[in-house]
């Protein structure tokens, strides 16, 4: 049982129970603080909230690519388990995904672009 485990929790309590009761100290740290301290911590969380609004155009490729990373994670180390290698497991999975998006793109277009001509023709003169 780790430090903290030990620290809040009481015998035989599961380990989620250190974080619910870490969560509600802060909580509570936070309704006991006074009004400048307060004032510092909202005033960080809008400074941090501003400059991930100003760097948002540079951190949503790292953003995209985390969130592909994790969702392909299990089926290329499950590839990588059958002797293909890690490497090559991550290339074939995103050569599949690029396919797959090209065969989307292939059949959605023609269809995309059928409908706005249907609704270019419908539009008033």
Known sequence: MAVNERLFCAAGEPPVCAQMRCLHYTVCMFKTATGM???????????????????????????AAAVLSYLFNPLVTRMAA????????????????????????????????????????????
Do not use: E, S
Request: hydrophobic share 70%; glycine share 8%; no cysteine.
């Open 37 to 63: 301290l307060k004032l510092y911590v909202l005033a960080g969380i809008a400074l941090t909230g501003w400059l991930l609004y100003l760097l948002a155009p540079i951190l949503t490729p790292f953003m």
């Open 82 to 125: 059958w002797h293909l290698g890690r490497a090559g497991a991550t290339t074939v999975v995103f050569l599949i995904f690029a396919l797959v998006l090209v065969g989307i793109a292939l059949v959605l277009l023609p269809v995309i672009q059928n409908q706005a001509v249907l609704f270019i023709d419908a539009l008033p003169n």
